[in-house]
């Protein structure tokens, strides 16, 4: 391990101001003391500092932008509705990853439209492309491929088919001078030598920080400068709580102790809870949680990764993602857990269930394909006849529709606007179209018994007054409280009980569960020579 060469600590959520000051430091201490206005940092934004450290890039509402570090106003360089986290080439490109099966994309700097660089090969297995990091070379650089079955962190070459496999690796990947890979391994921070002339690590993994955790898509708190200045936050990024909040914003503890939770789905009576996450020997399966008798099972066993769990209307079934023969195809599996999953939906794309009809007849499933983003379809669940039906197909992303109770119609989520807002229309045929939220809007749910909507608005939980007879009447949103949503990506951060009086929140740590970020000068100091 390293000796004791922390500079400081950082224990609280920094303003955009005070990021980059802190991102200055890192980069150019003699510029450390500059100052910048303080500014919100949004939730959706991540940030990506240039190699000459004058301006960086944040993705934010569906674009990537960059502002000089000196101050003055955010330039958008591409759409990226999906885009999450990136890296900036000293020959001005930049690559950047999306969401689920989303390609590596590329974009001058100098701003355009933004072109895919590495895709997700399903005929020849080649896994979901993530985390790209630029080599010095500004030609060559690091991302990881996930199978479903773990990451393998690989280098590629700009405008090549090429790839050079290094090593199965739990989390993303940093290069750091002279010559360093940094990444998690059991929880401990490693640097391992890393020749950029032949691409090919050298020598065994030395620790350099203990107690990282990483969180389901291999996100890992720490972060590494040109100038021997090493950040990192100890503590499990996969923990999180899940939490009943009514409708004034009382919380009361669904769950005690905090956990890998991830997507959730409430039973139809309201008290059993499926969901997807880590357990003690398990990277990624559905458990069921009895919240009467408050235990928790296991529902699935397979290697790969299970997720996205929806029970049907009689609480007989639960339908759900899998990675077993594909990226994500759709399964069935009876609640009790006795028989055996069947195939529902397979086929070359990822697909996300989003609601099952009250009468059982229609199971609702987001898809993404690379011609047009996310689309939404409607699968029949009576007879033998499995043809997806598609309700919402165009060049934007139409996300997780949800039923009426009376199945007349959808709610869902589309960026068409240039920001997500939630909409509704009928169903099985769409004869109109209406906007419910005002203001951005995602993950909307109807009440139980059809005269609300309710979806997320960053981090406030909105309701909305409806009816559904004899047409579609849609009242003011109102803001019912705000929540401190986890930071994960999933289908859904909260459900809607069967009343509609209080609501199942996937939400963020305490303040005292978070750990303080390290900051450690000359970190390579220790390292073998």
């Not at 500079?7 to 991102?23: A, Q, Y």
């Not at 998690?184 to 391992?192: D, F, Y």
């Not at 009361?252 to 880590?278: H, N, Q």
């Not at 339908?319 to 994500?328: C, L, R, Y």
Request: aromatic share 10%.
């Amino acid at each position: 391990m390293l000796p004791s060469l922390v500079l400081t600590t950082i224990d609280r959520t920094l303003s955009l101001g005070e990021l980059l000051t802190f991102l200055v430091a890192l980069h150019d201490p003699a510029r450390a003391t500059s100052p910048f206005a303080a500014a919100p940092l949004g939730a959706d934004t991540t940030v990506s500092v240039a190699p000459d450290v004058t301006p960086f890039t944040r993705k934010y509402c569906g674009k990537l932008k960059k502002v000089d570090i000196g101050g003055g106003p955010a330039q958008t360089i591409c759409d990226a509705p999906t885009g999450s986290d990136g890296s900036w080439s000293s020959n001005g490109t930049i690559l950047f990853d999306g969401r689920g099966s989303d390609p590596i994309r590329r974009v001058s700097a100098a701003g355009g439209v933004s072109k895919p660089e590495v895709v997700n090969d399903i005929k020849k297995g080649t896994g979901t492309p993530g985390w790209p990091v630029f080599l010095p070379d500004g030609e060559h650089f690091l991302y990881t491929l996930d199978s479903g079955q773990g990451q393998t962190l690989v280098v590629g070459r700009l405008d090549s088919p090429d790839v050079t496999r290094l090593v199965k690796a739990g989390s993303r990947v940093l290069y750091a001078e002279p010559g360093y890979l940094l990444y998690v391994s059991e929880n401990t921070l490693v640097a391992q030598k890393f020749n950029v002339k032949s691409l090919s690590l050298e020598g065994d993994a030395v620790p350099i920080g203990e107690g990282l955790g990483v969180d389901s898509v291999g996100l890992a708190s720490f972060s590494v400068s040109r100038n021997g200045v090493l950040a990192y936050r100890a503590g499990e990024l996969q923990g999180r709580r899940l939490v009943w909040f009514d409708r004034n914003g009382k919380e009361t503890p669904a769950i005690d102790e905090p956990g890998d939770y991830r997507d959730m789905w409430l039973s139809p009576d309201g008290k059993r809870l499926a969901f997807d996450g880590s357990g003690p020997s398990t990277s990624g399966d559905i458990w069921i949680r009895d919240l009467v008798r408050r235990v928790t099972t296991r529902f699935t066993f397979e290697p790969p990764i299970e997720r996205d769990p929806i029970w049907s209307p009689d609480g007989r079934q639960i339908v759900f993602t899998s990675a077993a023969k594909g990226p994500g195809d759709l399964y069935v599996k009876d609640a009790s857990g006795t028989k055996e999953a069947e195939v529902l939906l397979a086929g070359p794309d990822v697909k996300l269930a989003s609601d099952w009809s009250h009468d059982g007849a229609y199971l609702l499933f987001s898809t993404q394909n690379a011609e047009t983003g996310w689309d939404s379809y409607a699968l029949p669940m009576r007879g033998t006849d499995r043809t997806p039906v598609a309700l919402l197909k165009t060049k934007f992303d139409e996300l997780f529709p949800t039923f009426s109770p009376d199945g007349h119609y959808i709610v869902y989520t589309s960026n068409e606007s240039g920001r997500p807002e939630v909409y509704a229309q009928e169903f099985p045929e769409a004869r109109t179209k209406s906007q419910i939220s005002t203001d951005g809007g995602g993950q909307p749910y109807w009440s139980g018994d059809g005269k609300e909507i309710f979806y997320r608005s960053r981090g406030r939980l909105m309701a909305v007054p409806v009816q559904t007879s004899p047409t579609l009447s849609i009242g003011a949103p109102a803001e019912l409280f705000q929540v401190p949503f986890a930071a994960v990506i999933v289908r859904g951060h909260y459900r809607p009980a069967p009343d509609g009086k209080r609501f199942l929140v996937l939400a963020a740590l305490g303040r005292d569960a978070v750990k303080p970020a390290s900051v450690v000068l000359n970190w390579t100091v220790a390292l073998p020579k």
